[in-house]
């Protein structure tokens, strides 16, 4: 049974292998009103994709050139959405099968490719496929769409910011030299969200937080903390009380595993030496598309005070 | 909250709007390992298309120019389903939206102009945008793999196949002529279904097929038919049996309304007599998408005889 | 793949077999708020209860005594619902399974028995398990809930009643005394709905009451009818218009086939001749849980005017 | 949007507060011929259950006592599984409302009260209502039945177990006798998991585990282990490749806040110094119901080999 769609109301689905011709995500479930193009989406998907020059030059990511300039198919008018399917659409430019071709027969460790053909039985091999990180761009385009609704409803208050714990940049520019890979954490915190997100019991936010986070490739492990403080105590409310938001800041951590292509182990191709640079704004992106989707489910909490 | 997906399994989602950019499904669901490729696809939306020209000589569709081809961006891969979403889009080619300018603070009688506007507060004005019947071209290119799949997994015994009841041929031109509409009436057959579809207690196959139909635009009955009889009994098992089918023959009926945009009328636009003839194969579509679903939804009836 | 509830917002599942312990139904998604107690249950289910005794002197339906007693086990709280499941519970007193112990390995003709031995290959063959019409019980409970959501937001203004079209009540009696079932038609008249119901494309009102009421045991046919009209015409709005409410009268016709047990065919138990005057409060409930789903559902149309 | 429902097609819903009539669960999607009964429950929910004698004397738990028997009130019949929804009924025999009655208009620190009252608008204050940790026994209740149908269709060679990294009991003693609470630690082991299971990209099966285990009361880390290494590397598949799993054991760790009521603070009422022992088998129970989904969910991968 499929696991393409993500969300309840702001639902998302994306598509597209890592070397087909597009991919891209339907988002089902964005109120009509909100003001939207596609300035509003490109700079975040520009902070997540590899190659920026100064990025290689630093040795930080790989040298793949990946336009990924986001269409807008439908579900926006005159500037505006409608309330019906928006459909981002991104092509993939700088395929290159070729790189990928001698992979066919080969299952790379560390990577989804056994699990894919036990699972399927029939695999597109070039380049991981839907398995692939490339697969998040279609999650940054979504999610900025989410973070534009969120924005909007809380005039412009909401800040989800991320920050890179680890490793540093030196640490990444020398692993990278020497053909090697680096684990990594990303801190995110979230200011003045909507309270009340949030619906006991099994889709607590922090809940949803946790599936968001553990969806994104290479992670590992994902921690709700206290604010502002070095451990875990029983007086924090972390922003989360009962798995809903109380608006306090929430803020979480995501570790994620070193790359498993490196060339110091002999496998070809353009790879990242750690990906929190480019993780960072897909866990922007999740948060955002859980809280708007929690925004949105937590309209029917209550009656109306008086009856229509 | 969205409403743009059927499906529990084998499930769909349509995009675009009627003179947007394109329009396309995501079929999210399908197996893996099924021989696809854009040939399944292309016939039935050709016979759903408007403006062939036998039939524009007989007057019975609108001059409306639609290629409607189908192209396939993700979830096939050497000529097979890879079990990840299959992306299905068509562009608008001869959308013309001048053609509705004037309608634009207009709410034309019979449409859903007036129930969008006041839903959405925000609409496309050009042509229906998503109440409009070429969404249902997104729908047909959906059910074409949904077809492949059901004839595959039935060793290419299952056949769906529509008649059209009401109105004949000549009837349709002698209204179309005059700048009038017609209502009309489709009989859905469908022969050697595999036994078992449909779930208690809401799911029922009947009932999911009623939903089905009843979404296609300007539909208003439904029945579910005994097989060879004028008349229901208490005898007829109609293929389906306490909502699960039989095995036996399926025979459902759908009565659609006459178009609301006619000469007559003074409404301008491309607009079709009787819908009956675009509407059979979404019809089957609506079927196919329908029972490939519950086919897929039966597998977790049972345990298997002996554990694995 | 289970099909045991209804909705997506205003939630039903609904449990047990028909000679089991008991019966019930679990709403997640009532919001918090709603005044709510057993006096707003029971007389919906003393309507749909058989065994009657002004309906057993009339021969209208089947001796079996069932007190169908509601239960309120969760969700509610000082008399107000609270956010969290209703979980509502009939217990079954006059449960008899000697009377169907001789059925245990034969299948009623015109039941369920035979599909659903294929389809789960262990089967609770008292009384037709699930697929027994006592299962609408819970459905019926569920939709006294709903119908006090609905007046509650309509401020006392809606209308959601049932009108036997056929048979009369003395068609009826006779077919009883000859031992034989009849056939019959259900009309159902909703006044003052909430306009903005319906979600494009697939979750049109239309199309979700017709899966309501085609998931009632017996279902076969269900039209969406012009209000005051004898006949479908092109101008009808039916209330419903691209599948939205437009807040007009909605009025829509279901038949029922005739029930397959009767005397004249040698089937012991307790069966009713027509089941039409029991299905009408079936019907109503199926309205009222697709209206009050849709209420809530349609709360994520717009964006509000301004941010908050 | 209400949030009492985990897994796709197996299916759970759980009811009932904290000091309410009786709490449970609805499993829907079981599917026919398992056998089972109350005896592959009971054992489960006697060890999540609070005031063990051996446990008091310890003074490891509370000493409210919770009889816990569970009642199956549908979907077995002659001791399997038919298909149809199972209720599971646990009645609330030792509720003391009177000890909460104080807390009626206080909002306890660390606790879910505020957030429910601004939610909700009214609130079951007794004890936390949906957020109190006595939900977790329908949870319990039903994973008895998750893990049932895995040993079932691994033919007993799947292995869910749990351990207690942190705190020894000795520490819970002597921070019981002071009044105080503390954090912990558990450790989950999945061995001969079947292998296959998860869905690309977001139903993952680390995510999915994510958010069962982030969803019970308390928990704020979640992480999926590298077997038998102390730390998280490069190499390490942790039995999940991609989000899919393949057949090598499956270990992750959750840790708990420590519980925010305690005498210290002055708070009434009877609770725990520390939950590890009793979340551990809520633990279980969630993860087995993530596999059993799964496990359901995986089957429609791949097409069978040949057409039917």
Known sequence: MPGNTFGKIFKITTFGESHGKSLGAII??????LPLNKADIQPDLDRRKPGKPEDLEKGLTSPRQEPD??????????????????????????????????????????????????????????GGGRASGRETAARVAAGAVAKKLLVHVTNNAIKIQSEILAPTKEEIKLA?????SL??????????????????????????????????????????????LPEITEDS?????????????IQISVYFKAPSSTKARGVQGRHDPCIVHRAA??????AAI?????????????????PL
């Open 69 to 126: 300039k986001v269409e807008i198919l439908s579900g926006v008018f005159e500037g505006k959405t409608i309330g019906t399917p928006i459909a981002l659409i991104i092509k993939n430019e700088d395929a290159r099968p070729e790189d990928y071709e001698s992979l066919k027969d080969i299952h790379r460790p560390g990577h989804a490719d056994a699990v894919y053909d036990r699972k399927y039985g029939h695999r597109d091999y070039r």
């Open 237 to 249: 409310s972390c922003g989360v009380q009962g798995g809903i938001s109380s608006g306090d800041p």
């Open 28 to 33: 089902d479930g964005c109120p009509a009103g």
């Open 176 to 180: 990278a030299s020497a053909g090697n």
């Open 183 to 228: 684990p990594g954490e990303i801190q995110l915190t979230i200011i003045n969200s909507p309270a009340g997100l949030g619906e006991p019991v099994f889709d607590k936010l922090s809940a949803d937080l946790a599936k968001a986070m553990m969806s994104i490739p290479a992670a590992r492990s994902f921690t709700l903390e206290p604010k502002d």
């Open 281 to 286: 704004p897909v866990c922007e992106a999740m």
């Open 290 to 306: 859980t809280l708007a989707d929690h925004y949105l489910r937590n309209k029917q909490a209550q009656l109306d005070c008086a």
